[in-house]
C-alpha cells in the first residue's frame, strides 16, 4: 500500500486547510488511517485517526477545530482543519495500520511522505 498525503500549505491564524491520504488501493475500509503531525525539534505526535469500522478519534488539542472523514470509492482519507493555530505548524503525515492502539506510531505498517502545514500568526 502506498499513501500520497496533500494538501499541506501556508494559512493564516484562524484559517483552514483539509488533507488528503490517497492510497493506491482499498485502504480505507480495511486498514485503520492515522494522522500524525511533526513540529520542528519535536517529536512526531497523533493527531487522530478513522478505524476500519468507521470510528474516529481526535486528541483533545485539535477535537471541535478538526475532522477525520474517508471517501471508500476513493480510497481517500481526509483530515479537515478549521480554526487553525501557529502552534498547529508541522509536517503532517498519514499513516495505515491495524494497531488497536491508534495513537502509536509502531502499529502503523505504511506511511505517507508528510505534507507540510505551516500556520502563520
Known amino acids: 500500500v502506498q499513501l500520497q498525503a496533500s494538501g499541506g500549505g501556508l494559512v493564516q491564524d484562524g484559517g483552514s486547510l483539509r488533507l488528503s491520504c490517497a492510497a493506491s488501493?482499498?485502504?480505507?475500509?480495511?486498514?485503520?488511517v492515522g494522522w500524525f503531525r511533526q513540529a520542528p525539534g519535536k517529536e512526531r505526535e497523533f493527531v487522530g485517526a478513522?478505524?476500519?469500522?468507521?470510528?474516529?478519534y481526535n486528541v483533545d488539542s485539535v477535537k471541535g477545530r478538526f475532522t477525520i472523514s474517508r471517501d471508500n470509492a476513493k480510497n481517500t482519507v481526509y483530515l479537515q482543519m478549521n480554526s487553525l493555530k501557529p502552534e498547529d505548524t508541522a509536517v503532517y503525515y498519514c499513516?495505515?495500520?491495524?494497531?488497536?492502539?491508534?495513537?502509536?506510531?509502531?502499529?502503523?505498517?505504511?506511511w505517507g511522505q508528510g505534507t507540510l502545514v505551516t500556520v502563520s500568526s
Open positions: 478513522i478505524r476500519m469500522s468507521g470510528s474516529i
Open positions: 499513516a495505515a495500520g491495524r494497531s488497536v492502539v491508534l495513537s502509536d506510531p509502531s502499529g502503523y505498517s505504511y
Open positions: 488501493r482499498r485502504t480505507a475500509s480495511i486498514w485503520n
